[in-house]
């Protein structure tokens, strides 16, 4: 353990070290961010937003919740219950004439892109999602836009209030939690707002998830499956097979791509069970056969399965509603798998192709170019997503004007959260070829306090600089044994805080920060446009490793930097990268 602790303290000094000399101290088992920031005039989102987060369960209480799990279809009850304290009834959201969306790679893109389609049709649309990125009214959206902070202070303040108002003295829980008062809060945002209809991304399942308390969702999707959230939904696909399937509703119609063979029939059994029509979709190219190819606005072989179900589920969602224009039919043929009837074949239409074209769903897929540096933003968090990354990746790189002459130098800035299994992800980027891999938390700034967006209470501090360095062994025993230039050798601090000396020496070039910003700073070296800070990168560390790397940055002539691993990671670079996003 001492030596755990002296691998902890060096991290923070890798990053919390600047040229005013400042180092922030561990103490203890902490929660992050826990002290408010001081209230001034207009800050009434921010508060508001500090206030939700209130409602995140502490690190510790989350452990032993985990421990003590009770019955999932308990909890589904006691959202219900909670729907009623906030005025609504079940029968009230049947009229926001939902699409409900599972899934494990690509639910949300597909969200994206079903959005995009039916709001090219000219209806007014509400998109309810998870996680946010950079500010948390972004996961309740109004014809593609997050809702305003005054609309979002407005709708936060009324339901809460309710909620304290109508809340059972007699319960050990007296408000929702975090996700559950998102999910409420959308419902009620959407229907105060008319909307024709909204999209609704499940969070984590599906059986047992809170958005489930739907009972008459138009239309349903599940996009790819592969293994996510175990402690919470099983080891094995078919057991999370099972638990997305448990959207299905009796006889409204949904759509799967096409899965493995076993998650397949899991999904092809729940439908049967539940009475639901399932259809598996054809693949993008048989609707472009005849017609021209269809443009994507998320970049991404991969992409093109979340579209091909987003195109499905928006013409489904039409037909159901006499709408006209839906696309016309083609010759229909067997399903490849023989498991499920294959989906309508039809040519789409101007406002199909439009809407897929326009597409644009931030942290996926996508490249920032600044000068010298391209930075490759993709929130890919599982193995199957991660691969798909990589290709990504790779053809992105492929396909890019290289420099005349100098250097190129190629960079991952990585993180992992939950139960995810780190060194697989990172085995799976090795054929990148990375120069440099550097490590961080999803935290934007060393300390949050300023922008309650950001804060997490899930987590303690010392647990995610202790999972970076886990992350920078791993990367470490991967390239044991091949030559390259020496890994940043982590310093340990002296007594006095300030004086570091090599603690061990690794055969690879990984780096860990204990914040994004830090991180950023060595990365780009001042040579990003739009991303300057008041201190020079260097002043970083006073460390000969640290100084080579910056030498070898500040002289390329091209870097390329991925972020993966984490959407919350993601999202504090953007928070960094694009100021704009936070206004």
């Not at 958005?211 to 959230?229: F, Q």
């Not at 919470?232 to 949904?254: C, H, N, S, Y």
């Not at 949050?448 to 967006?453: G, L, W």
């Amino acid at each position: 353990m001492p030596r755990a602790r002296s691998h902890l303290r060096a991290a923070l000094f890798l990053a919390a070290v600047s040229l005013r000399g400042a180092v922030p101290r561990v103490a203890g088992r902490r929660a992050l961010s826990v002290r408010p920031a001081p209230q001034e005039p207009g800050m009434e989102y921010q508060e508001a937003v500090r206030t939700l987060n209130t409602l995140q369960t502490n690190a510790n209480y989350l452990e032993q919740a985990k421990r003590q799990r009770g019955d999932p279809q308990t909890q589904l009850e006691a959202m219900k219950l909670y729907l009623a304290q906030s005025g609504l009834q079940v029968e009230d959201l049947d009229q926001l004439n939902i699409i409900h969306v599972t899934g494990t790679k690509g639910k949300g893109s597909t969200c994206a892109f079903t959005e995009r389609i039916l709001r090219s049709y000219g209806l007014k649309t509400g998109f309810f999602s998870s996680p946010h990125l950079v500010q948390v009214r972004e996961r309740i959206r109004i014809n593609g836009q997050p809702i305003s902070p005054e609309l979002f202070t407005k709708h936060f303040w009324r339901l809460y209030h309710r909620l304290e108002e109508t809340k059972d003295s007699n319960s050990c829980v007296s408000m929702p939690g975090y996700f559950r008062f998102l999910t409420l809060l959308a419902f009620h945002v959407f229907l105060q707002e008319k909307v024709d209809l909204a999209v609704v991304e499940v969070g984590i399942g599906g059986a047992y998830d809170c958005t489930n308390i739907v009972r008459k969702p138009v239309v349903c999707g599940v996009s790819s499956l592969g293994i996510d959230h175990t402690s919470l939904l099983g080891d094995t696909m078919e057991k999370i097979a099972w638990q997305k399937g448990g959207i299905f509703k009796r006889g409204v119609p949904a759509f799967t791509v096409p899965q493995a063979d076993g998650p397949l029939a899991v999904l092809k059994e729940r439908a049967e069970q539940i009475a639901c029509p399932l259809y598996l979709c054809p693949p993008l190219e048989a609707l472009e056969e005849g017609g021209p190819p269809l443009a994507l606005g998320l970049e991404g072989e991969h992409q093109r399965s979340n579209a091909a179900l987003a195109l499905q589920l928006a013409r489904c969602w039409l037909q159901q509603k006499d709408h006209q224009g839906i696309g016309e039919l083609k010759a229909s043929r067997p399903s490849p798998l023989c498991q499920l009837p294959l989906a309508p074949v039809f040519q789409p239409t101007s406002p199909m192709r439009l809407g897929l074209q326009g597409t644009e769903w931030l942290g996926r897929s996508q490249i920032l170019r600044r000068g010298p540096l391209t930075w490759y933003l993709d929130g890919a968090h599982t193995s199957s997503s991660v691969q798909a990354c990589v290709r990504w990746f790779r053809q992105a790189l492929h396909r890019l004007e290289r420099p005349s002459r100098g250097p190129e130098v190629c960079v991952l800035l990585f993180n992992s959260t939950g139960d995810r299994d780190a060194a697989t992800l990172l085995k799976l980027l090795q054929p990148c070829q990375f120069d440099y891999a550097v490590f961080c938390p999803n935290l934007a700034e060393v300390s949050s306090t300023d922008n309650a967006d950001q804060q997490n209470f899930m987590v303690t501090l010392d647990q995610v600089l202790l999972r970076c360095l886990e992350h920078q062994r791993h990367w470490s025993r991967l390239h044991e044994g091949q030559s390259g230039p020496d890994v940043w050798s982590a310093p340990r601090l002296e007594p006095a805080g300030l004086a570091p000396c090599p603690l061990h020496a690794h055969s690879t070039s990984s780096l860990v920060f204990s914040c994004i910003s830090h991180a950023l700073q060595w990365i780009s070296q001042g040579r990003d446009p739009v991303f300057q800070t008041p201190s020079p990168a260097q002043g970083l560390l006073a460390h000969p490793v640290a100084d080579s790397g910056a030498r070898v940055l500040r002289e390329a002539a091209a870097i390329h930097v991925l972020v993966t691993g984490s959407l919350h990671l993601v999202g504090g670079v953007l928070k960094l990268l694009e100021p704009s996003l936070s206004v």
